[in-house]
């Protein structure tokens, strides 16, 4: 589950789209359509909350990086490098 919420959602356009909702409703506040904008708004709100909650402290998008806290691994010798 978690590769496929980092390659499908995380990784992908969604966040940006998402961006949109919150667009909209400034420009309908704008046009005086506040009831409108309101709804649009707290509909991001409503959607944004639980997903940043997910891609903070439910998933590790960030591949074999350690999660805070832990110690990295030491690191090997680098392989010679043959001119």
Do not use: H, T
Not at 26 to 36: E, N, S, T, V
Not at 42 to 70: H, K, L, R, T
């Amino acid at each position: 589950m978690e590769n496929w919420y980092c390659d499908k959602i995380v990784a992908g356009p969604w966040p940006f789209l998402l961006l949109l909702i919150p667009v909209a409703g400034a420009y309908f506040y704008g046009r005086g359509k506040r009831k409108l904008a309101w709804i649009l708004i707290g509909a991001w709100i409503a959607i944004q909350i639980p997903m940043s909650f997910a891609n903070n402290f439910m998933v590790n998008c960030q591949g074999d990086a350690p999660m805070p806290g832990e110690v990295a691994p030491e690191s090997e010798e680098a392989p010679p490098q043959g001119k």
